[in-house]
């Protein structure tokens, strides 16, 4: 019907007024949901940053201000797990990047067995984080590791390596772990990319007498620039609060050199019961990555190639 | 139309936020479950528990139990962040030794000593009671009586041409270079050193066997002066020299007994659980080999007088504060607990029922099954030297610290002095 009866009733508001306030009164259930899991946790969380809150029922919450903050900035275990967990994050998210980036322009070239070698991405994207630690961990073992077997096998060493107990190598390990589950997200990001490029830039450079090389840096690399900046927010967000990996790998250990700021999170709220401490923690973190989203787009961001 | 359609949406809006916010889980008529929390580590296994559990039911078709397994180390946190749920996620959990005091300030443990009864009070040890006792109230039902025991390998020993296993750390030195030179163990002794709660006990074993203490008669940390920091020394010379598996430094104890069961070392510190294990053969390539030896010490804490040492690990079960089913918990942890179900199972862990080791109870127990005439000795042997650790309720911050200074001084970070003063400063704040 062309009229509408109530329109009458309703001339005050105009039809996208109408719209609009429908649209607010069917998006308030998910606004609930959203508000309750999500918002509030992290406004209760900025709280109770400010006070000194021991687990348990009951316990007695003291005002402390900015208290919980300034011990953390003080204390030297603190900026030194934040120094690994930076390592963490450049080495790994680099490492993923720049094999996820060949990988992904290998499966682009469609050399024969392509789709065998996409598909196979997948398993260790799909592996769960639990498992594959638990499955490095085994390689890395002292005693019965598949590293050290192969590694003896080879020649390259004479007896069993105790990886996991090195402090200095500790760290580079979980990062292969990591490397290993992640890298192939990436990869698959840039490859779905890489299909969406048109070939007739890339031939008329080849034409002009440009070589693989430069065809690669000059047109294919700025043309990936937005799917790269997905890559890197998401990888490098979740690197910097990596936690499952090294958990079940190393355990923070030896002597905290695999320890990241978000282990030492979970240890202060958990294991130590200071929840003030771990609240004012999981701020910081969050502050951090906003930052690192920030500059990211900074840098990498252009609204007229998107 | 359109306002129909815009008035049926909003509805259906309605209906989602009602549904969403009415689907609070409603009590289950019927039978009651209640959550049961352990480990599976020491003491019985998971099938094993399970048995009793289901035994459990079948006398009392109105309780069920649901059991829960997690491995030592994540005790702990599972339940802290269990507590934090309503109703909590665990009606009862195995508490160690050293938690009651955190847990008790937290308010997690309920008070049972008006449940216990005078059999139960003068029947099981005065020394599991002492663990879930404080300020007179009772929090718990004992459960594991454990310490760390001293185990070698036989046969490694015979044909290293040693007559008997050593009664000092510094003969455990001795003989085991004799076993790595003829070749008989590339590293003859495994140690559980990874940075969490194993390398206490293992440094709690021997640090009191050198006459030392973790704090000093005034409550101040003891474990940084002379006698601690030797005997950090010499746990990192026995890497240096090859006589412990490096791997000891990311080992825990499940890993100790795995690789004292596959016969790659000849001595290896572990609970009770170690011992049974190593005379099955699905497990182990032992079977038969491995035999218990008083826990050494130091010459110069025998010298002191210290006749031995080690550590308790005993656990119990608490119910916890603030479940719904206070009464029901009860009555299972008094079935676990009972000495019937203790016996049965006590080829894994050995009951807390004093009668059981006197005059015919005695016999008795030894022929519940094979390996008891072995481990009921070892036991009433070892676990007058049982040593505690601190009982603060800052404990798990604290025993942190001094993991992490071992594992400083092992891996070669730190020096033993300075990894020990760091701890002792940390010690010092969190007592404030």
Partial sequence: MAINSNSHHRHHLTLRQQDARTAWLLLIPSLFVIVGVTLWPVISTFFLSFFNAPTGINQVRTFVGLSNYIDMLKDQTFWETIGRTLYFTVVSVGLELTIGLAVAQLIHSRPWGWQFLRISLIIPWAVPTIVNGAMWRWIYSADFGALNGLLMQLGLIKHYVPWLTLPEMAMNLVIVADIWHTMPFVALVLQAALATLPEDLDEAAAVDGANAWQRFWKIRLPLLRPAILVALIVRTVDAFRVFDIVYIITSGGPAYKTLTITYLTYLNSFSFGKQGTGAALSFLISAVTIIMAFVYIRILYRPEES | MRSLYKISLITLALLFIVGTVGCAPKPAAGPVTIHVMTMDQAGLKPAEIDQIARDF???????????????????????????????????????????????????????????????????????????????????????????????????????????????????????????????????????????????????????????????????????????????????????????????????????????????????????????????????????????????????????????????????????????????????????????????????????????????????????????????????????????????????????????????????????????????AATWVSLAK
């Fill in chain 2, 57 to 423: 039911e079948a006398q009392n078709p109105d309780i069920k139990v649901s059991m829960e397994y997690v491995g030592y180390d994540n005790v702990h946190d599972k339940i802290v962040t269990g507590m934090a749920a309503t109703p909590p996620a665990y009606d009862a959990a195995m508490i160690d030794v050293i938690w009651p005091d955190e847990f008790i300030k937290a308010g997690y443990l309920l008070d049972v000593t008006s449940r216990v009864t005078p059999e139960m009070k003068a029947g099981m040890f005065p020394a599991s009671w002492n663990g879930v006792t404080r300020n007179g109230k009772i929090y718990g039902m004992p459960w594991l009586m454990d310490v760390k025991y001293f185990m070698y390998n036989k046969d490694m020993l015979q044909k290293a041409g040693i007559a008997a296993p050593p009664t000092t750390w510094e003969e455990l030195v001795d003989q085991a270079k004799i076993i790595k030179q003829k070749g008989i163990a590339d590293f003859p002794i495994i140690w559980s050193w990874n940075q969490k709660e194993g390398v206490v006990c293992d440094f709690a074993v021997l640090l009191f066997g050198n006459g030392g203490a973790f704090v000093d008669a005034n409550g101040k940390p003891a474990f940084n002066n002379d006698k601690g920091v030797q005997t950090l020394t010499w746990m990192k010379q026995t890497i240096d020299d090859g006589l412990t598996n490096p791997s000891s430094v990311s080992s825990d104890e499940n890993a100790v007994e795995a690789n004292f069961l596959a016969g790659k070392s000849a001595f290896a510190v572990n609970w009770l659980f170690q011992y049974s294990d190593s005379n099955d053969a699905t497990k182990s390539q032992i079977v038969g080999q491995a035999a218990f030896a008083p826990m050494p010490v130091f010459k110069a804490g025998a010298d002191a007088g210290i006749k031995g040492s080690s550590v308790d690990g005993s656990s119990s079960f608490a119910i916890m504060a603030t479940t719904p089913y206070a009464d029901q918990t009860w009555k299972f942890l008094t079935y676990l607990a009972s000495n019937e179900v203790q016996i049965k199972y006590s080829a894994e862990m050995l009951p807390v029922w004093q009668a059981d080791f006197q005059g015919d109870a005695l016999t008795k127990l030894e022929a519940a099954n094979p390996t008891n005439p072995v481990t009921v000795p070892a036991f009433l042997a070892q676990f007058p030297y049982a040593n505690e650790r601190p009982t603060v309720p800052y404990y798990n911050e604290a025993s942190a610290a001094l993991q992490l200074a071992i594992q400083n001084a092992l891996t070669g970070v730190k020096s033993p002095k300075d990894a020990l003063d760091e701890a």
